[in-house]
Nanobody, 125 residues
Framework: QVQLVESGGGSVQAGGSLRLSCAAS????????MGWFRQAPGKEREYVGS????????YYTASVQGRFTISRDNAKNTGDLQMNSLKPDDTAVYYC??????????????????WGQGTQVTVSS
């Protein structure tokens, strides 16, 4: 069993930056690709981006491309989401998750086996 704990959420003005971290328990973190999702009030959870197991390949949804950066440190069992040029539309609860190794649908929540508890990000205009 893997447990994920996010940290780093908070409130920021539009144009500002935040860095979210995801800490994983256990020694299996490196076996999983990691994704970040977000869920705004009244909306479905949506894919933000992901990083492969080795950390040398990332993929982002179009709305955050060029503003958000995902990284990971397998030696420390941690992953980060650096968010720059934040917009009010980025306001949501953000979740990190680990993807089932056999899953192919990178952007689908159903492909992810383990989830953190979420951390709130609020961007004011």
């Amino acid at each position: 069993q893997v447990q994920l704990v996010e940290s780093g959420g908070g409130s920021v003005q539009a144009g500002g930056s935040l860095r979210l971290s995801c800490a994983a328990s256990g020694r299996v973190f490196a076996n999983y690709a990691m994704g970040w999702f977000r869920q705004a009030p009244g909306k479905e959870r949506e894919y933000v981006g992901s990083i492969n197991r080795s950390g040398d390949s990332t993929y982002y949804t179009a709305s955050v491309q060029g503003r958000f950066t995902i990284s990971r440190d397998n030696a420390k069992n941690t992953g980060d989401l650096q968010m720059n040029s934040l917009k009010p539309d980025d306001t949501a609860v953000y979740y990190c998750a680990l993807r089932n190794p056999g899953a192919r649908a990178v952007t689908s929540t159903a492909s992810y086996d383990y989830w953190g508890q979420g951390t709130q990000v609020t961007v004011s205009s």
